[in-house]
């Protein structure tokens, strides 16, 4: 089963592309395009090289993230722990450092 993230901000064109994201595999959102899925160009400062993964279990229908960056990685708001999976149902907002690039979780 896959689920996606829809892209909310535009600075770097994402805005209505969806990414998606198979069952217990998930993508890895930064700068490095060696360690990355969903690559930044490497003037997009507020993202890290390996900002966060997002992670999609059907068994439970939520989403699990992990922030890896200086930066941080936010939830409607609200910053997570770094290196700590924490999880979500759709419909949240994933928002990467102080940047308006965000993504919605579907």
């Known amino acids: 089963r896959f689920m996606s993230v829809r892209g909310l901000g535009d600075v770097y064109k994402r805005q209505g592309q969806e990414f998606p994201i198979e069952d217990g595999i998930g993508i890895t ?21 390996r900002h966060c993964a997002i992670r ?5 229908n939520t989403y699990g993230i992990t922030d890896f960056s200086k930066n941080g990685t936010f939830v409607n708001g609200s910053k997570l722990e770094t290196g ?10 994933v928002t990467l450092g102080e940047s308006s690039e965000s993504f919605r979780l579907k």
């Not at 899925?37 to 507020?46: A, R």
């Not at 999609?56 to 439970?60: G, K, P």
């Open 84 to 93: 700590i999976e924490k999880e979500f149902s759709a419909g949240c907002v």
């Open 29 to 49: 959102i930064g700068r490095d395009p060696a360690r990355c899925s969903l690559v930044y160009p490497d003037d997009s400062t507020s993202v890290s090289r």
């Open 56 to 60: 999609y279990y059907a068994d439970t």
